[in-house]
């Protein structure tokens, strides 16, 4: 006979697409929990009735009100209660950092059952170095904010991963190849799943092939990290946008300048860009 479940918060990641990706250990603590807290008690409900397992199910999520959560959490501290979400891991752009933190504050045990992420199934798909990655979540969807965040992350000398949606993605291309110019990018699709494709390229010949193709389904953007010349380019905007959160743009200018030892005239042509 298996060792009863200790009590405590059980994060539990579950399939981002193929069902055949549960593992053994997320099917056999989804059967020995008393409850499962989740996003979409339908969603999760559907994952449970494919592993054949019968549990109480509690809808939670980061915007479930503090009751909701305070009652997860004395039941946590009393019985081995899991956390999923709808797929893949959660806290991973989904629920579950209040609930951990509040858990961790209480003295409740949390255990993660670790498991597919879609972040990470890209990663390695890409082809775009894998040493040093930066995990983003869902870039703005206002243009302005989108360019702002991009030229900031774009400073990071590392690989970075969005979450994107099919109707945004040809516009979060544009931007890139408008803020990055010069980057590999790869457009995940559907990963796991039967029409799973992972294409990289420019972002001008990624335009290009998805609106012959209009994309359909889950997408994760894989940008590649600057090379050096675009590395020192990025480290002037970053310059350049933390200097422009507390002064003018001449100002901004003029403080790089004299860091770095550039044109002031094409840093603030530059700050008047990224302002
Ligand atoms: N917690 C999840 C994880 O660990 O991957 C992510 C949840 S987030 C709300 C949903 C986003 O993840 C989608 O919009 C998409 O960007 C990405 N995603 C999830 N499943 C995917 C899949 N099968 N293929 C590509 N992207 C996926």
């Known amino acids: 006979m298996e060792t009863p479940l200790a009590p405590g918060l059980y994060i539990v990641a579950t399939p981002i697409g193929n069902l055949g990706d549960i593992s053994m250990r997320a099917t056999a603590v989804l059967g020995a929990v008393a409850a499962i807290a989740c996003e979409d008690t339908r969603v999760t409900g559907k994952l449970l009735q494919h592993l054949g397992i019968k549990r109480r199910m ?17 039941l946590a501290a009393q ?3 899991a956390l999923v979400s709808d797929a893949g891991t959660p806290l991973i752009s989904d629920p579950g950092y209040r609930l951990v933190r509040d858990a961790k504050a209480a003295g ?4 993660s059952i670790p498991g597919p992420s879609a972040a990470v199934v890209a990663l390695t798909l890409a082809g775009l170095p894998s040493d040093r990655f930066l ?17 900031e992350l774009g400073a ?8 994107e949606t099919a109707p945004r993605l040809a516009g979060a ?18 990963l ?6 992972c294409r990289t390229g420019s972002p001008a010949d990624l335009i290009a092939h998805y609106a012959a193709h209009p994309p359909k389904g889950e997408i994760v953007l894989v940008v590649g990290p600057p090379g050096e010349a675009q590395a020192q380019d990025h480290d002037i905007d970053a ?19 004299r860091i770095t030892g550039q044109d002031r005239k094409s840093l603030y042509a530059r700050a008047l860009e990224l302002k």
């Open 239 to 257: 310059l350049l946008f933390a200097a422009l959160k507390t002064s003018k743009a001449s100002q901004a200018a003029a403080e790089v300048a």
């Open 108 to 111: 409740i045990p949390v255990v």
């Open 58 to 74: 509690i809808r939670y999520d980061d915007h479930a009100s503090e009751e909701t959560r305070a009652h997860v959490l004395s």
């Open 135 to 151: 995990f983003a979540g869902f870039l703005p969807s206002k243009a302005k904010a989108r360019a702002e965040v991009l030229a």
């Open 79 to 81: 019985e081995p209660v």
């Open 156 to 163: 990071v000398r590392a690989t970075l991963v969005f979450y």
């Open 173 to 190: 291309l544009a931007a890139i190849a408008e803020v990055l110019p010069g980057r590999e990018v790869a457009v995940a699709r559907e």
């Open 192 to 197: 796991t799943k039967r029409f799973e494709e």
